[in-house]
């Protein structure tokens, strides 16, 4: 049992450059998330999916683009790499336990630290 | 929306205790998690409580009272591999609770 995984750990990129940010989860959860952290900064959510099939913006989805393959995958896009978007990338899936009052967990994956020049 | 407030940052030497509080604004209430993050690392779940009251996991202890929107964590035994990050977390209501709000983390710092 992995947890979720993330490829590549890590990423230098041009300006206008693209990219995919891959994960994966093998705990069967129906959620999964992709954040972005920038130094001495909190967690900022780009875009989730709530299930397979269904993606939806978070508070910093410009410039990115997600695709939830099937229930284990959910990638990250960028377009056209910024300077601004330099950032540690981390993605993560959900479990909920009776309903929500035993528990809710989310997983975290190891991160893909992102340099965009 | 969501709001959570934290202090900053903390300060403690090994082998005390240590009360990280967290308040927050939400309009949908769905839970109350915390999370610890080493520099460099991801974050990790540590501790959530639904219902009032104290939640105990080892050294680790969060308690939460609904009515008054707030909620700690209190870590006991404190070792030096316990400096790290801690985010307190809420569920957005908007999102039908998919989104999880982060505080803004305290900084705890374990001295020998």
Not at chain 1, 15 to 26: E, F, I, K, P
């Amino acid at each position: 049992n992995a947890g979720v995984t993330q490829t590549p750990k890590f990423q230098v990129l041009k300006t206008g450059q693209s990219m995919t940010l891959q994960c994966a989860q093998d705990m069967n959860h129906n959620s999964m998330y992709w954040y972005r952290q920038d130094p001495g900064m909190g967690l900022r959510l780009i875009y989730y999916s709530a299930s397979e099939g269904t993606t939806d913006k978070g508070e910093v989805p410009n410039g990115y683009n997600v695709s939830r393959l099937n229930k284990r995958e959910f990638s990250l896009r960028l377009e056209s790499a910024a300077p601004s978007q330099t950032s540690v990338y981390f993605c993560a899936s959900r479990t909920i336990e009776a309903g929500g009052y035993s528990g809710d967990t989310q997983y975290f994956g190891p991160g893909t630290r992102l340099t965009v020049l | 929306g969501q709001s959570l407030e934290q202090p900053s940052e903390v300060t403690a030497v090994e082998g005390a205790i240590v009360q990280i509080n967290c308040t927050y604004q939400t309009s949908g209430f769905y839970g109350l998690s915390w999370y610890q993050q080493h520099d460099g690392g991801a974050p990790t779940f540590l501790s959530y409580n639904a219902l009032d009251g104290l939640e105990e996991t080892g050294r680790f202890s969060s308690f939460l009272s609904r009515s008054d929107s707030y909620g700690y964590l209190l870590l006991q035994e404190l070792q030096m591999k316990d400096s790290a990050s801690y985010f307190c977390a809420v569920r957005d209501k908007d999102t039908g609770f998919q989104k999880l709000v982060f505080g803004t983390g305290t900084r705890l710092l374990v001295s020998p």
